[in-house]
T-cell receptor, first 114, second 112 residues
């Protein structure tokens, strides 16, 4: 079974703090993704990565950065957390195949910024 | 720009009923469509993936259909159970990327 894990289920941070959200997958997937999920807005893509050290902006990258130093790990960084970044953050991974394949999601991190 | 819509936003049915959830998308140039389930406060679980060349996929009591030309997909759940209560999301992959574009989901409640 594919397993995608996220470092924290719940996180509370203060405005201005630097926040790291970690995601690890154990199936040697090339592709990894970070989404945020907000009521009424659904899931929105923040950043994604097709390979180690490679990253591309999604639909809402402002205020975020990412790091992918190893294939299995994809980190989301909030350089200076703000209250409007309070949200559920979901990581996902997938294989690169002839056609885009199934995305597997982690359990999510609920981040509250005070 | 691709937009994905799910109707209804919420649905409540008695146990044992068969039900259909709807998903529509504006751009028919998709690679695949995926249905997910999300339990409260949890991540997403993939239910079914339909490639653009396929018309339907089945898994147990679930059947998903795809009509690319009309920009529609349905998720059929047979003999619903209280354990089916969750939010159901559809998402499409369009263009030469692996990016999913999600609908806002249908919240399903199956009453015992």
């Amino acid at each position: 079974d594919v397993k995608v894990t996220q470092s924290s289920r719940y996180l509370v941070k203060r405005t201005g703090e630097k926040v790291f959200l970690e995601c690890v997958q154990d199936m040697d997937h090339e592709n990894m993704f970070w989404y945020r999920q907000d009521p009424g807005l659904g899931l929105r893509l923040i950043y994604f990565s097709y390979d180690v050290k490679m990253k591309e902006k999604g639909d809402i990258p402002e205020g975020y950065s990412v790091s992918r130093e190893k294939k299995e790990r994809f980190s989301l960084i909030l350089e200076s957390a703000s209250t409007n970044q309070t949200s559920m953050y979901l990581c996902a991974s997938s294989m690169t195949s002839g056609a885009p394949g199934t995305q597997y999601f982690g359990p999510g991190t609920r981040l509250t910024v005070l | 720009k691709q937009e994905v819509t799910q109707i209804p936003a919420a649905l409540s049915v008695p146990e044992g009923e068969n039900l259909v959830l709807n998903c529509s998308f504006t751009d028919s140039a998709i690679y695949n469509l995926q249905w997910f389930r999300q339990d409260p406060g949890k991540g997403l679980t993939s239910l079914l993936l339909i490639q653009s060349s396929q018309r339907e996929q089945t898994s147990g009591r679930l059947n998903a259909s795809l009509d690319k030309s009309s920009g529609r997909s349905t998720l059929y759940i047979a003999a619903s159970q209280p354990g089916d209560s969750a939010t159901y999301l559809c998402a499409v992959v369009g263009g030469a990327t692996n990016k999913l574009i999600f609908g806002t989901g249908t919240l399903l409640a199956v009453q015992p």
